[in-house]
């Protein structure tokens, strides 16, 4: 669709934010991706799209770990949960929870906008309730 873009943006020492657009595509022509070091909070600015989440237990890597992206790219999966992800609607992944997002809903391909908040792992873990 010629629409990708992608900027991060620094909020505070350790958390940032990616802003990113996209056009959906089939699964099949996607990944999914798993991170070590930090939880994703996505959040649907505009778009319907799909997420499939699966167990990083399940997963196959198709790539070694990229640690200045914190990311390991793993080969599609036929049993993945789907979670159909509109304007408005946010959801948050643990480095358990292998995740492709931008997967097409429906026949035609959509653009995506959509901010995800990238927080430490470690960050998280320290706060006590």
């Known amino acids: 669709m010629g629409c990708d873009q992608y900027e991060k943006i620094k909020i505070t020492s350790d958390i940032f934010a990616i802003e990113q657009s996209y056009g959906t595509q089939k699964?099949?022509?996607?990944?999914?991706?798993?991170?070590?070091?930090?939880?994703?909070?996505?959040?649907?600015?505009?778009?319907?799209?799909?997420?499939?989440?699966?167990?990083?237990?399940?997963?196959?890597?198709?790539?070694?770990?990229?640690?200045?992206?914190?990311?390991?790219?793993?080969?599609?999966?036929?049993?993945s949960s789907k979670i159909i992800m509109k304007s408005g609607y946010f959801s948050v992944f643990f480095p358990e929870d292998g995740h492709m997002s931008g997967v097409q809903y429906g026949e035609e391909s959509d653009v995506i906008h959509k901010t995800v908040v990238k927080i430490p792992l470690a960050l998280i873990n320290k706060t006590k309730l």
């Open 27 to 79: 699964s099949e022509k996607l990944f999914f991706e798993s991170h070590i070091k930090y939880v994703d909070v996505q959040f649907l600015i505009s778009g319907v799209e799909i997420v499939e989440v699966v167990h990083t237990d399940l997963l196959e890597v198709d790539s070694e770990y990229n640690e200045e992206g914190d990311y390991s790219l793993c080969k599609v999966v036929p049993n």
